[in-house]
């Protein structure tokens, strides 16, 4: 076991196995970060579409029909959603306000992003 | 008649230019007996090379943290019944971050001199004390009085910790309490200390530290409170205050 | 023990690591809650496709609420310095080394301007485009 501290155990960071909630929920955020920031580049990129005109764009529209798309597209929203609230969470934390009910603010933060996906999963398939 | 288990306990062992390996030891103990009499035990009994650190027995001199079942417990405390059970195997190890000097031992030297670097109380007056309860109200006539600190310097916190695990630079999350029990406006000397790069902004809120602590400092709500004085300190620099 | 410590630090404080850039996260980060519900609600919600993104049609008028470009160009330039800063963040907890962190803060502010610009050009072009 090499029991010293090493820039190459970042990855061990993933690892949710003995871990507690609050390392949970920065695990989540962590990967929810790198998912919108890759994510957001994409969607500039993207939405460039909207300056070669109506076609260009629409064409890329239709794609968003693609079930699988829609899928990623709700992934998307429900990383935002919690990678919002546990950002909240963290600057109240980090200014004193509800430290010590961190757990039962990441669990709800957990929560609400599960459900605020369903909204907009309801939405994108049955509507 | 006191219950009996039977266990296996698994003890990380290493010796220095020898590979690392698991040792098994087959116990006799009762339940309500903690897992440092079990360690003891296979010293006492089994394997006398068997090494590990402990002193006092009842959590005051935070020398025997390791790691139980892969979490860092403060075994002198820790009751067998409530980490395995009977027939079952109760795994020892170091405690993480720091490196081994042999078997269970660790060398605490770099984390001490941490805790001198930001002058660590051992003793602090009462009226400085975080108490969540307590049971007068302190008030300056009580100012000669004083309190041990909360703070073993046991180092289960370092260990827990997955920033710790990245760098040794890293002050940890005992040294960030101790410097937030000192306070930012009674020892600004301690804010190039704690608003560096090593320092508190590395915390990622894990919370693993007060997961962990046996003794209540709660570093991470500690953490958090430090960061909240030292933005403080600073806006009050660039406003003149 | 409240006598200042003999011993030095057990590392320097590091110029430029201070408190900033991480209170430069956490005051955009709230910031782009409310953008963001604004945006996702809007945009991924109400457009009036079946699956309730907007159309062309949609996003042009849209953008000619005199409100909106502004509100588009505070979110973009919001949260790309949100996304790269934190991005720094991670790669500060590789711990590299001094060369290696400055050239990638280089390219990180370079992208990130890029970005910005970028984003400040197609809200503005979008605004254009329906006049």
């Not at chain 1, 969607?43 to 300056?51: A, S």
């Not at chain 2, 909240?228 to 660039?238: E, M, N, P, T």
């Amino acid at each position: 076991m090499n029991n010293q501290p090493s820039a190459k155990k970042f990855l061990g960071w993933f690892n949710p196995l003995g871990r507690n909630p609050g390392s949970w929920a920065f695990i989540l955020s962590r990967i929810t970060a790198l998912g919108l920031t890759f994510y957001l580049f994409l969607h500039l990129i993207v939405l460039g579409r909207l300056t070669q005109g109506p076609e260009a764009y629409e064409e890329f529209l239709a794609l968003t029909e693609n079930p699988l798309v829609k899928i990623g597209e709700l992934a998307v929203v429900g990383a935002v959603i919690y990678h919002g609230l546990n950002g909240l969470r963290i600057v109240f934390t980090s200014f004193g306000i509800g430290v010590t009910r961190q757990v039962q603010l990441f669990y709800a933060s957990v929560i609400l992003a599960i459900l605020g996906t369903l909204v907009f999963a309801i939405r994108m398939f049955a509507g | 008649m006191s219950e009996k288990w039977t266990i296996t306990l698994r003890a990380y062992r290493q010796k220095e230019g020898e590979a690392t390996r698991y040792d098994d030891f087959t116990l006799n103990v009762e339940p309500d007996e903690y897992v440092l009499d079990a360690v003891e035990r296979v010293w006492a009994f089994h394997d006398r090379s068997l090494c590990f650190r402990h002193a006092c027995h009842h959590s005051t001199c935070g020398a025997c943290g390791m790691r139980v079942n892969g979490v860092e417990k403060l075994t002198c405390i820790t009751l067998i019944r409530d980490v395995t059970q009977n027939g079952a195997t109760l795994k020892v190890e170091p405690l993480r971050n720091f490196p081994v000097v042999s078997d269970l031992a660790v060398d605490m030297g770099a984390f001490y001199r941490k805790m001198e670097t930001v002058g660590a109380r051992a003793v602090l007056p009462v009226i400085e004390a975080e108490i969540e309860h307590p049971a007068t109200s302190w008030d300056a006539t009580n100012a000669q009085y004083t309190r041990l600190s909360d703070c073993l310097e046991c180092g289960l916190c370092i260990s827990a910790c997955p920033v710790a695990a990245t760098t040794p630079e890293y002050l940890g999350p005992a040294p960030l309490a101790a410097a937030q029990d000192r306070g930012m406006r009674r020892s600004p000397e301690l804010l190039n200390i704690v608003d560096s790069e090593d320092g508190l902004w590395r915390c990622h809120s894990a919370f693993e530290c007060t997961a962990v602590c046996p003794s209540f400092v709660d570093p991470g709500r500690r953490i958090m409170d430090l960061r909240k004085q030292v933005i403080g300190v600073k806006l009050s620099r660039i406003f003149g205050k | 023990m409240t006598t200042p410590s003999t011993f030095q630090p057990v590392s320097g404080p590091r110029p430029g690591e201070t408190a900033w850039l991480w209170l430069v996260k956490i005051v955009t980060g709230p910031l782009l809650v409310p953008i963001l519900c604004l945006h996702l609600i809007v945009n991924h919600y109400l457009g009036s496709t079946s699956s309730g993104l907007m159309t062309y049609d949609d996003v042009i008028a849209y953008f000619q609420n005199p409100l909106i470009p502004a509100i588009e160009i505070l979110f973009v330039t919001t949260v790309v310095i949100h996304s790269l800063v934190g991005f720094r963040g991670i790669v500060l907890d590789m711990n590299p080394s001094r060369p290696v962190l400055g050239a990638v803060t280089a390219l990180l502010v370079a992208l990130g301007a890029t970005a910005i610009g970028y984003g400040i050009w197609l809200a503005l072009t979008l605004v254009a485009l329906g006049a």
